[in-house]
């Protein structure tokens, strides 16, 4: 129901866009997220946008202090489809990207509030 694809090699300083495609029971939740994990750490939330049509915060974005300013999440409603577009990229943004669709989410980067997740793309950046 969430399907990544996008990810790729990249050196320091590059772009890179990730998509996570969204179908079935996924489609109908109110908020869209990106987690990564890296090698012995944590999962950890990138990036979230409310995606409910009408819900009062919908198009509030969330962006984790460490990507702030580089990275910019976006909802193609015509195309059940999320992004994250990666811009000056670090090493230290390598990781497995992970999509993930909440129901009913208060804390955008709490990874137990979301329902639905993909099956994850690898960056990596050198």
């Known amino acids: 129901q969430l399907v990544e694809s996008g990810g790729g090699s990249v050196q320091a300083g590059g772009s890179l866009r990730v998509s996570c495609a969204v179908s079935?029971?996924?489609?109908?939740?109110?908020?869209m997220g990106w987690f990564r994990q890296s090698p012995g750490k944590e999962r950890e939330g990138v990036a979230a946008?409310?995606?409910?049509?009408?819900?009062?915060?919908?198009?509030?974005?969330f962006y984790a202090d460490s990507v702030k300013g580089r990275f910019t999440i976006s909802h193609d409603t015509a195309r059940n489809t999320v992004y994250l577009q990666m811009n000056s990229l670090k090493p230290e943004d390598t990781a497995i990207y992970y999509c993930?669709?909440?129901?009913?989410?208060?804390?955008?980067?709490?990874?137990?509030?979301?329902?639905?997740w993909g099956q994850g793309t690898q960056v990596t950046v050198s």
């Open positions: 993930a669709a909440g129901e009913w989410v208060a804390a955008p980067d709490r990874e137990s509030e979301y329902n639905y």
């Open positions: 946008m409310y995606t409910a049509g009408g819900s009062p915060n919908s198009g509030n974005t």
């Open positions: 079935g029971a996924a489609y109908r939740t109110n908020c």
